[in-house]
């Protein structure tokens, strides 16, 4: 917890402005190559808090966020996801997962950004398993084997070839894979949507075998368009994502080398400075042929994005599993501030 509340003092360092709504009438805000119409305030940053991307911690779908030219932006975010997921004789992924990362961009040109992203990865047993019992509990959903297993500690193994691997075990902090990248952005018009594009390379920097990093280098490709519906408050938005990492085993499972991602939602922009979102994020499956961990994960992202002064802006989220419960954190969190230097 101590390290939690370093990285939400980072965002507080970052904002350095009083949170206070209020619409700004400068036409270049802090949203990107200026407010453009069809995206306004923008989609919320939140990546992927499934499970199987604590066995591909780097293989997340990353948004794309523009730069106006000659600006140096600072963007750094947190995420938080508790996680339970249990096949007896065969697996268990029990702990609270914190990713943190520290994007820095520089606009090359209106439409070209360029950046490079510093991820933190850390492990916890946490604080929320009483809370999501007594959840389960309160609406008859059971306890889903929860009980069987101390609280608030972080555990994870998997059993392979007759035999049991610990993954993880107790509290972990390291930083992960980085990243270099590139995004490309088209403005939109009365007609035709926004457009924009992210190309991003990894390093392998990140501990493998605490599950920090990948283990190789990895390429990863997304795109997002946004189209405002007519002249009314509704934006709408979708994206798709590619990734490939040669690295396809983790302690006898088999991965698949390539990942593909679908990113579908709208925004409600109450006024120029704030906006609620719901998205919906699909990923296809990690593993080739082990359990929920071979399905297609689907995360459900409610939340607020709000421009801070004329220089930041700030986004919150609460996520939540769909359709597939155990290929998913059971409850996650998403806090992101970008601030224009």
């Given at each position: 917890?101590?390290?939690?509340r370093?990285?939400?003092?980072?965002?507080?360092?970052?904002?350095?402005?009083?949170?206070?709504?209020?619409?700004?009438?400068?036409?270049?805000?802090?949203?990107?190559?200026?407010?453009?119409?069809?995206?306004?305030?923008?989609?919320?940053?939140?990546?992927?808090?499934?499970?199987?991307?604590?066995?591909?911690?780097?293989?997340?779908?990353?948004?794309?966020?523009?730069?106006?030219?000659?600006?140096?932006?600072?963007?750094?975010?947190?995420?938080w996801?508790?996680?339970?997921?249990?096949?007896?004789?065969?697996?268990l992924?029990?702990?609270?997962?914190?990713?943190?990362?520290?994007?820095?961009?520089?606009?090359?040109?209106?439409?070209?950004?360029?950046?490079?992203?510093?991820?933190?990865?850390?492990?916890?047993?946490?604080?929320?398993?009483?809370?999501?019992?007594?959840?389960?509990?309160?609406?008859?959903?059971?306890?889903?084997?929860?009980?069987?297993?101390?609280?608030?500690?972080?555990?994870?193994?998997?059993?392979?070839?007759?035999?049991?691997?610990?993954?993880?075990?107790?509290?972990?902090?390291?930083i992960?894979?980085?990243?270099?990248y590139?995004?490309?952005?088209?403005?939109?018009?009365?007609?035709?949507?926004?457009?924009?594009?992210?190309?991003?390379?990894?390093?392998?920097?990140?501990?493998?075998?605490?599950?920090?990093?990948?283990?190789?280098?990895?390429?990863?490709?997304?795109?997002?368009?946004?189209?405002?519906?007519?002249?009314?408050?509704?934006?709408?938005?979708?994206?798709?994502?590619?990734?490939?990492?040669?690295?396809h085993?983790?302690?006898?499972?088999?991965?698949?080398?390539?990942?593909?991602?679908?990113l579908?939602?709208?925004?409600?922009?109450?006024?120029?400075?704030?906006s609620?979102?719901?998205?919906?994020?699909?990923?296809?499956?990690?593993?080739?042929?082990?359990?929920?961990?071979?399905?297609?994960?689907?995360?459900?992202?409610?939340?607020?994005?709000?421009?801070?002064?004329?220089?930041?802006?700030?986004?919150?989220?609460?996520?939540?599993?769909?359709?597939t419960?155990?290929n998913?954190?059971?409850i996650?969190?998403?806090?992101?501030?970008?601030?224009?230097?």
């Amino acid at each position: 917890m101590k390290t939690f509340r370093c990285m939400i003092g980072l965002i507080g360092m970052a904002l350095g402005a009083p949170m206070v709504f209020g619409d700004v009438a400068q036409e270049s805000s802090a949203s990107g190559c200026g407010q453009d119409k069809n995206m306004g305030l923008g989609y919320l940053t939140a990546p992927s808090l499934s499970p199987g991307h604590i066995l591909r911690p780097s293989s997340i779908f990353l948004l794309p966020n523009c730069s106006r030219k000659d600006s140096l932006d600072l963007s750094v975010d947190v995420q938080w996801a508790n996680v339970f997921c249990y096949k007896p004789d065969q697996f268990l992924i029990d702990g609270e997962w914190v990713r943190s990362s520290a994007r820095l961009q520089y606009g090359v040109s209106d439409p070209v950004s360029v950046g490079i992203l510093v991820p933190v990865m850390g492990r916890t047993g946490g604080f929320a398993d009483s809370s999501i019992e007594k959840f389960h509990e309160t609406f008859n959903m059971g306890t889903t084997d929860r009980d069987q297993f101390p609280r608030n500690e972080c555990i994870g193994w998997i059993a392979s070839n007759g035999s049991t691997q610990n993954v993880v075990r107790g509290d972990s902090w390291g930083i992960g894979d980085l990243a270099l990248y590139a995004v490309v952005k088209r403005p939109g018009s009365e007609t035709l949507p926004s457009v924009t594009l992210q190309f991003q390379v990894s390093l392998p920097t990140g501990n493998e075998d605490q599950l920090e990093g990948l283990g190789a280098s990895s390429l990863s490709v997304s795109a997002v368009t946004s189209k405002r519906l007519w002249a009314s408050h509704l934006i709408v938005f979708g994206g798709a994502g590619f990734f490939y990492c040669p690295n396809h085993e983790l302690a006898g499972i088999e991965l698949y080398r390539t990942e593909y991602s679908l990113l579908l939602g709208v925004a409600y922009e109450y006024s120029r400075s704030l906006s609620f979102v719901i998205q919906e994020l699909s990923s296809s499956p990690v593993a080739r042929e082990y359990y929920e961990f071979s399905e297609s994960s689907n995360e459900l992202s409610v939340g607020v994005k709000w421009r801070v002064g004329d220089s930041a802006i700030l986004e919150f989220a609460v996520m939540e599993n769909l359709f597939t419960a155990d290929n998913s954190a059971d409850i996650g969190a998403h806090i992101a501030v970008m601030r224009r230097l």
